[in-house]
């Protein structure tokens, strides 16, 4: 589809038929047909107006909430892993910063500034478009808590800035007006008094808890009303327990790691048998957290 695709007035990186596994934390999935990586909001505008709107478009941050298919994604994925990474500090505590800004640097630096508000945003392993999508959190901090405004862009190419209530935000969900995708915010945040949250002390909080340096995706369902998916996971014995190279973490109930070279698919028979798992032996319905992106692997 994308084959002959040649953009005019870009500035970006094009590239055709990249495999997407090393822009994942899972580290699995299949190619990209096309694949772009704006040098700034201008260039990603101008680049959205010519692509035909019959083509798929998708994006990804850090790649640390999605789970992409072995058959890959069809048409153009935008990558802001290393783009669209600059924020700005204003006066009154507001920063602004772009969507491909890493959630845990935005944390450290606001926390350099002396502001407090973000600093779960250390334990947050995305980049603030991805966490404007999800209305991302930890350590009892939501992203939407302290959002202003935003900007946002559409399929044509065309930015317009909006303010939460034109959202309908809840735990771990984000509903735009219009088919969009962020890419910048702004956040009101405090200067610090009394005492001060330390990075250190919530990531090491982190390390205790969660199989850091193993290939996961962090959490993969949403915290059911009421209950922990963690702990819904344990009672139904399902620690340790593995489909292919995808293993349920002994660490975290809630996180699956690619323990042995997994596939996708290997992951998401492992999500699907844990769903069904806790629904049949507690009678509730987990619902996931990541994103499964693309195309089933055709034998």
């Not at 153009?76 to 920063?95: A, R």
């Not at 969507?99 to 973000?118: E, F, M, N, S, Y």
């Not at 390390?207 to 009303?225: E, L, M, R």
């Amino acid at each position: 589809m994308m084959a002959n695709f040649q953009p005019p007035n870009t500035r970006g990186k094009l590239e055709f038929n990249v495999s997407l596994a090393r822009y994942n934390t899972w580290g699995v999935g299949g190619e990209a047909e096309c694949v772009f990586r704006p040098i700034d909001i201008e260039d990603l505008s101008q680049f959205l107006a010519t692509i035909d709107s019959q083509v798929p478009v998708t994006w990804l941050g850090l790649g640390s909430n999605v789970l992409i298919r072995d058959g890959g994604i069809s048409g153009v994925v935008i990558i802001t892993q290393g783009c669209l990474n600059q924020f700005e500090f204003k006066e009154h505590g507001v920063v602004s910063a772009q969507a491909g800004v890493p959630c845990a640097k935005l944390a450290r630096a606001t926390a350099g500034k002396q502001l407090t508000g973000i600093e779960f945003m250390a334990g947050i392993p995305g980049t603030v478009g991805g966490a404007l999508a999800m209305n991302a959190g930890a350590f009892g901090g939501q992203t939407w808590d302290y959002v202003t405004s935003v900007q946002a862009i559409n399929r044509a190419g065309e930015i317009r800035t909006r303010l939460p209530s034109e959202y309908q935000i809840a735990y771990r969900t984000v509903t735009s007006p219009e088919p969009e995708w962020f890419v910048s915010a702004q956040f009101k945040l405090q200067e610090r008094t009394g005492k001060i949250v330390s990075i250190k002390e919530l990531l090491q909080q982190r390390a205790d808890t969660q199989p850091i340096g193993k290939k996961n995706c962090g959490s993969v369902f949403k915290n059911p009303p009421g209950h922990h998916a963690a702990k819904l996971i344990e009672q139904c014995h399902l620690k340790g327990h593995a489909i292919g190279g995808a293993r349920i973490s002994s660490k975290h109930a809630n996180f699956i790691i690619n323990d042995a070279d997994a596939s996708a698919a290997d992951i998401e028979k492992l999500i699907s048998y844990t769903k069904n798992t806790v629904l049949e032996r507690c009678g509730i319905e987990l619902m996931p957290e990541v994103k499964i992106l693309g195309n089933a692997k055709t034998i």
